[in-house]
């Protein structure tokens, strides 16, 4: 009776500490951030743990907290009966150690944090040993309850899904993930591009659909300039041509948005299919529902990047090099061939990392078994090497070279793999590479399911259970050989999640579907557990279900917010302007992001409407290239008419020292300690010198006012860079009427490092006595890191 008070104790305990866990664990402010944990470096830094019932905050550093998660873990063995018999079983046999501690070695890596995998590796380890408490403390009543689940339901349930028909199965989960797809582009992404990466393959697709590879750049080239496109007399972007062909049929079907969907939907049918290639029906049909509703396979699916060709690309690879062995047929050999080259022409590191797996296995089957699989492999690498062929061609008409890519004419050599050079920033390293993997296989373990435990946990259960084929071990062979290919890459985002690491989705989702199907049969087998598989199958999808509930209602919704915020800054609030105003035959000078307008261009520049950059005074030289259009400025939904001689007057300063070339503040009155003169390089600086507030730095406030004035035309140019991200701390130039101190006009920079005209129309205060201010209020407390300053250039006035 002690005993069982005792545990009844200890199971309560257990469960409280679970449930306090999860409570401050799952919510998240973003997709990396925890709400209740901050972080502040590396594992062995600071971390905050904030209890928001209790008004408490526990600050501790990293390192402290694994410890406190194995102690805890240890506790958790050992107060269990199951868990001392499964340690003492498993210790008895040293082969038996080895097998299940490699499998956990590597997933410990994939987990090991870094600075900016730590809030993620906090939440997903301290979520799943909530999850375990829970489960060990609700244990008496969830076995309670299972009484009332018979297995027949369980059998009912999967003899239903197994037993619907191939072809409608395939249609279902392809219409299911198409529709999904289709919704997250239309109502997240606006159905336009996003990164600057989908913008240039965007206006290079309507190159090619033009019947060109590259078109001339325009006489005024710099109001067109763009990150990652090449343009230096040819017009083109940086990036070799699969995916960029793909964006072209799209265009000639009217609907370039649906070509990713339609892809990511084809890829998640050739989970099932490599699934039931590989392995049997089950596996197939799990893989393509894990696939079909993973977060990182939508999200992705709907904009317009090149992985999802690759994706599907290195999916088709995979499946018919299987057929190829295991059929013989060399046409299955060619697709085969042909769709890793593919690949090769959309991602070129990506084919390399996820192929050469399959090419050692090749070469072992043919050192083996050479007269049964040469023709076939000989057929496979010729398919490979057409595919070889068309890229250096195409490098050789774009580039001049079929050895070089656009990536090195644009950045030169240093844009390659490998160590000691980069094209931006610092030098690349082995080590800065073994952080850049980490940093992936962190995030990876979230963006993947989004569920509240490691996504790879049953990929690890399957290979500790050492139930593997070798079509298990070639593709998480391929998965790490991908992450390898990116060690030697000197650059890494987060866009959409761990994108480079994207096409591993397709291994991992399978064996994902392996570990949770063989979980019962590994626990109960491996681990001696003496719970029926019945017991363990019920056990194991009341785990999986919470897991998917989490990242259904609070995950998902984190990640619909964020990317549905003017993701990456692009939006369509310009082109959605100029339709209110009903413009036509017009050059529209854009101020804010120019990489939501860029794509909209006609390769030739023969549309109704040119879109070009703000280039300030500059501005005028479009204007006499095209003077029989209108002109306009636009800066997102705000969008006025300018004139040529807008510009012809830019030398009259309205106040002493109003372009700042004395190169001090003489003639404005400085408070705070925020304003200094600046002579770094911005875009659209009319001078040699401006003033900025960031030159106080980014938490310094202050407030820049001019001598007084009178106005005497109807227009004030203001030159304003700088950022207004806080509504509670505006920065903002003011012009006030020097009686009253009434604010007459307001304007606001343009949330941009480069320079932006803003006219006001002053012919009502003509005669006035007028003075400016422009106001740094942002004090930097929301931490936004670079966007908490404000600068000008010049200011002038037009007669």
């Known amino acids: 009776m002690a005993d069982t008070m005792v545990t009844r104790f200890l199971r309560l305990l257990f469960l409280l500490a679970g449930i306090l866990i999860l409570a401050l664990t799952i919510p998240h402010r973003s997709p990396w951030k925890p709400t209740n944990i901050v972080t502040s470096g590396e594992v062995g ?91 060990f403390g609700t244990y008496p009543a ?32 392809f219409a299911t993930t198409f529709t999904l797809t289709n919704l997250c582009s239309y109502f997240i992404f606006e159905n336009v591009p996003h990164v600057q990466d989908n913008i240039d393959q965007f206006f290079h697709a309507k190159i090619f659909l033009s019947g060109h590879l590259t078109v001339p750049s325009h006489e005024h080239k710099e109001f067109f300039d763009f990150t990652h ?102 046409s299955d050999s060619l697709i085969a061939g042909v769709s890793l080259g593919i690949c090769l022409n959309a991602r070129i590191l990506t084919a390399i990392g996820m192929g050469l797996p399959y090419a050692f296995y090749a070469i072992y089957l043919m050192l083996t078994k050479k007269r049964a699989y040469i023709l076939r492999f000989a057929v496979m690498l010729a398919g490979f090497l057409v595919m070889v062929g068309i890229l250096a061609g195409f490098n050789y008409l774009t580039n001049g070279h079929p050895m070089l890519t656009g990536y090195e004419v644009l950045w030169g050599s240093g844009h390659n793999p490998g160590f000691g050079h980069s094209a931006w920033g610092e030098p690349h390293t082995p080590k800065r590479g073994l952080i850049q993997n980490l940093n992936n296989f962190n995030a990876l373990n979230k963006y993947l399911f989004e569920w509240c435990i490691p996504s790879t946990f049953f990929v690890m259960l399957f290979f500790a259970g050492g139930r593997c084929t070798q079509w298990d071990y070639l593709l998480i062979a391929s998965a790490f050989s991908l992450s390898f290919a990116y060690f030697f890459y000197w650059y890494q985002g987060w866009c959409f999640g761990p994108r480079f690491m994207y096409e591993s989705t397709c291994p991992l989702i399978l064996l994902t579907a392996r570990g949770i199907i063989h979980t019962p049969d590994i626990v109960k087998e491996k681990f001696q557990s003496k719970l029926s ?73 023969d549309s109704e409407i040119i879109y070009v950059r703000d280039l300030g005074v500059k501005n005028k030289l479009m204007m006499d290239f095209y003077p029989e259009r209108e002109y306009y400025l636009a800066s997102g939904s705000d969008i006025q008419e300018t004139f040529s001689f807008y510009y012809d007057d830019t030398g009259k300063l309205a106040v002493t020292n109003g372009d700042f070339e004395t190169g001090t503040l003489d003639g404005w009155r400085v408070e705070g300690n925020a304003w200094g003169i600046a002579n770094q390089e911005r875009g659209g600086r009319m001078g040699k010198f401006h003033a900025e507030s960031l ?105």
Not at 555 to 563: A, E, I, M, S, T
Not at 751 to 776: H, P, R
């Open 45 to 135: 830094h600071q971390v905050t743990i904030n209890i928001p019932i209790l008004n408490w905050s526990v600050t501790t550093v990293g390192t402290h907290i694994f410890l406190f998660m194995l102690l805890f873990l240890i506790l958790l063995v050992c107060v269990s009966s199951s868990g001392r018999r499964n340690f003492v079983w498993i210790t008895r046999s040293p082969r038996r150690s080895i097998s299940i501690l490699l499998p956990l070695a590597m997933f410990i890596f994939a987990l090991y944090p870094t600075r900016n995998g730590l809030p993620i590796v906090l939440y997903l380890t301290l979520s799943a040993l909530g999850l375990l408490s829970v489960l």
């Open 142 to 173: 969830l076995a309670y309850l299972r009484r009332w689940l018979p297995e027949k339901y369980f059998s009912t349930v999967s003899h239903a899904f197994l037993n619907i028909r191939p072809a409608y199965f395939i249609i279902l989960v």
């Open 695 to 799: 030159v106080g730095g980014e938490e310094a406030t202050g407030i820049l006012r001019s001598d007084m004035f009178t106005i005497t035309g109807r227009l004030i140019g203001l030159s304003l860079n700088g950022w207004n991200r806080d509504p509670l701390k505006p920065n903002q130039c003011l012009l006030k009427d020097a009686l009253t101190n009434e604010v007459l006009r307001t304007a606001s920079p343009l949330n941009q490092d480069a320079f932006a005209t803003k006219f006001w129309d002053v012919s009502d205060l003509i005669g006035c006595e007028v003075y400016l201010m422009i106001i740094d209020s942002d004090d930097d407390a929301l931490k936004k890191g670079g966007f908490a300053w404000i600068g000008i250039d010049a200011v002038y006035k037009l007669e």
């Open 533 to 605: 598989r019945g017991d363990l199958r019920y056990f194991s999808s009341l785990a999986i279900g919470f897991c998917m509930c989490v990242a259904l209602c609070i995950n998902v919704p984190v990640l619909v917010k964020l990317y549905s915020d003017d993701y990456w800054g692009v939006n369509a609030k310009v082109q959605r302007a100029v339709k209110r105003e009903k413009i036509s035959n017009a050059v529209v000078f854009v101020s804010s992001y120019y990489g939501s307008v860029l794509a909209l261009n006609s390769p030739q520049l």
């Open 229 to 330: 496109n090449i343009n230096n007399g040819r017009w083109y972007s940086e990036y070799p041509p699969g995916h960029t062909f793909m964006l072209m049929l799209g265009l000639l079907l009217g609907a370039p948005w649906m070509i990713n969907p339609l892809l990511g939907s084809a890829s998640v049918v050739l989970f099932y299919l490599i699934g039931k290639a590989f392995f049997d029906e089950k596996t197939g049909r799990l893989a393509a529902l894990l696939g079909g509703f993973s977060p990182f396979v939508i999200i992705m699916s709907s904009g317009f990047f090149s992985h999802n060709a690759s994706l599907f690309f290195t999916a088709l690879f995979a499946l018919f090099f299987f057929r190829a062995i295991r059929k013989g047929k060399l």
